[in-house]
């Protein structure tokens, strides 16, 4: 039996600067939307002007990340509003939902 020995070398290539850059650009953003969902909940009162701005948000927050991180933002733009919008209307069907939900069950069905 034949033993090889064949060492592979390992390179290491130096840090893609813009990468690292885009990566910073992308955290900073995210953060600044985070600080400010942060801002309204603990600075506004609750209603639904509340839920419809963190809803907003959300949907703005997850279009940036789909859009960065799953690249499609370099995509064909239709590729990238049809995740999109679908998705807001889900939101929405789910907030209406819910907001029915809230009006039905403050009715009284007994008496």
């Known amino acids: 039996m034949a033993h090889h020995s064949e060492e592979t070398e390992i390179t290491v290539l130096p840090p893609d600067k813009e990468k690292i850059k885009k990566l910073w650009t992308v955290a900073g953003i995210l953060g600044l939307l985070t600080g400010f969902e942060f801002l309204i909940a603990f600075m506004m009162h609750h209603g639904p002007l ?11 927050k997850a279009g940036y990340i789909v859009g960065e991180f799953m690249h499609l933002r370099y995509e064909v733009k239709v590729l990238f509003w049809s995740i999109m919008i ?22 009284n069905f007994l008496n």
């Open 50 to 60: 509340k839920t419809s701005v963190f809803v907003v948000m959300t949907i703005v």
């Open 86 to 107: 679908p998705i807001v209307f889900i939101v929405w069907m789910l907030v209406a939902f819910l907001y029915e939900g809230m009006k039905l069950s403050d009715i």
